[in-house]
């Protein structure tokens, strides 16, 4: 996911667009809960300002995504706008040393830096949908397709003797 920024690098109020899309790795979210279901959509508008780089950016794929109460998968569509700073290392601050994004030439492959920002603004859980019942304690089934008769007061009797055993500690 490569960017050249030459046409905005010397001029104060030049600013340039991007359009990119490119498959972005499963494997690089470490968890088998959430793929990559499209491509990532990144739309980018590079302003040059006070000699830095300041980006209006934003964001869009499709996740395949395992709930957590019923394990079943879904969509989970992905949008996010941010903001971020590029500066060429030669001319940057102290502060801009730390945060911005430093380019060394022209060219410059932001993969790395959009992957980020997806990592920070995913959800810590994923759950289907709000109203999700989940699987059944006792009888294991997924609650939103099949309704059990397990109540919610019936302890299974494997597990009756542990808490008799536990209030009894
Ligand atoms: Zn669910
Ligand atoms: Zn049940």
């Given at each position: ?6 046409q905005?690098?010397?001029k104060?109020g ?10 972005f ?6 968890t088998e ?8 959509h990144v ?10 780089l ?11 995504a ?26 940057a601050?102290?502060d801009?040393?730390e ?5 060394d ?8 830096r959009?992957?980020?920002?997806i990592v920070?603004a995913?959800?810590?859980?994923f759950?289907c ?9 006792t009888?294991?089934?997924n609650?939103?397709?099949?309704p ?9 009797p494997?597990?009756?003797?542990l ?5 009894n500690?």
């Open positions: 996911m490569k960017v050249n920024v030459a905005v690098r010397y104060e030049e600013s340039v667009h991007f359009d990119l899309m490119e498959e790795s499963s494997l690089d979210l470490e809960a959430l793929s990559f279901q499209t491509p990532v739309q980018l508008q590079v302003n040059n300002i006070n000699k830095m300041l980006v209006y950016g934003n964001i869009q794929t499709e996740f395949k395992t709930c957590g109460r019923c394990l079943a998968t879904y969509v989970y569509p992905f949008s996010l706008s941010f903001q971020d700073e590029w500066v060429f290392r030669t001319q601050t102290e801009l040393l945060t911005a994004l430093l380019l030439k022209d060219e410059v492959d932001i993969k790395e959009i992957f980020e920002q920070l995913l959800p810590m859980k759950i949908s709000a109203e999700c019942q989940g699987l059944c304690p009888c294991g089934v609650r939103n397709l099949t059990c008769h397990c109540g919610e007061n019936d302890i299974n494997r597990f009756a003797a808490s008799k055993w536990q209030s500690d």
